[in-house]
């Protein structure tokens, strides 16, 4: 099984300007290589309430168009989230996009009630589990990080974990961003799983600061961490012998 080179893309959003954010992500992706690409939550327009003004026909998304040129051109995969419409609701949707322009998609199980997220955005009631190039990843967006039930690994009836890999797309507030390191690091552990948390820099029009401190995390708790507040790009490689190893010293998911 080959080992898998993933980048996370940590970057300062320009609050609600999809062109200036495509410019952006453009400039810190020209000389990016990888298999996995993240981007963060909402990654065009930062953390919005204004589904009126931004959000996307799910089937006529700029945004997703976009997305899939940059997959298409770098030969890549790319996780992000951004808001949508579809059947006259809207949806903080992960979108997992390959090269051959599929798209693999997440609604937002859990919203954030204190920034008043319910009320904008239908909260999704399923997981999505992905497999691309051999590994199998669960889908998840900010918020989903407080509950553990919902990322959950177990075995399959052939015995093998349901995932390898838990993709975290957030904007998480620098005030907060103790309990970021800490869950992201829990989960790793817990489902003996990689953990990959991409979080933005700057500060939004709410006046709330974001840190980044995006990280790659083993199944083991041991950390690959930007530096805090500083745009910029985490490439690695996961590596499924590595896991594999972890999972057979230390059989846990078996006692579920």
Not at 8 to 32: H, P, T
Not at 83 to 101: A, D, H, I, L, Q
Not at 166 to 174: E, I, R, T
Not at 229 to 243: A, G, H, P, T, Y
């Amino acid at each position: 099984m080959q080992d898998l080179k993933v980048a996370l893309v940590q970057a300062n959003q320009v609050w609600e300007n999809k062109k200036l954010n495509f410019e952006n992500y453009e400039r810190l992706l020209s000389d990016v290589s990888a298999d996995l690409i993240l981007l963060p939550e909402m990654f065009q327009t930062g953390f919005s309430m204004n589904t009126s003004e931004l959000a996307e026909e799910w089937q006529k998304s700029e945004s997703i168009e976009w997305l899939k040129s940059i997959s298409r051109t770098k030969n890549c995969a790319i996780y992000t989230s951004l808001m949508v419409s579809e059947n006259g609701k809207f949806y903080n949707r992960g979108v997992f996009v390959t090269p051959n322009e599929r798209i693999k998609k997440y609604d937002k199980r859990k919203s954030f009630s204190l920034a008043g997220e319910h009320k904008s955005y239908t909260s999704g009631d399923s997981e999505t589990i992905v497999e691309y190039l051999g590994w199998k990843f669960q889908l998840q967006i900010c918020y989903d990080l407080r509950f553990p039930e919902i990322a959950r690994n177990y075995l399959l009836p052939n015995l093998t974990p349901a995932y390898d890999v838990l993709l975290y797309v957030a904007n998480w507030p620098a005030k907060r961003i103790s309990h970021w390191n800490a869950l992201l690091k829990a989960r790793a552990i817990e489902n003996q799983a990689y953990v990959l948390g991409v979080n933005r820099v700057g500060m939004d029009a709410n006046e709330l600061t974001y840190s980044g401190e995006s990280k790659i995390i083993s199944a083991q708790g041991e950390s690959l961490e930007l530096n805090k507040n500083e745009e910029n790009v985490l490439i690695s490689f996961l590596q499924k012998d590595r896991l594999n190893e972890v999972r057979k010293l230390l059989p846990f998911l078996s006692d579920c």
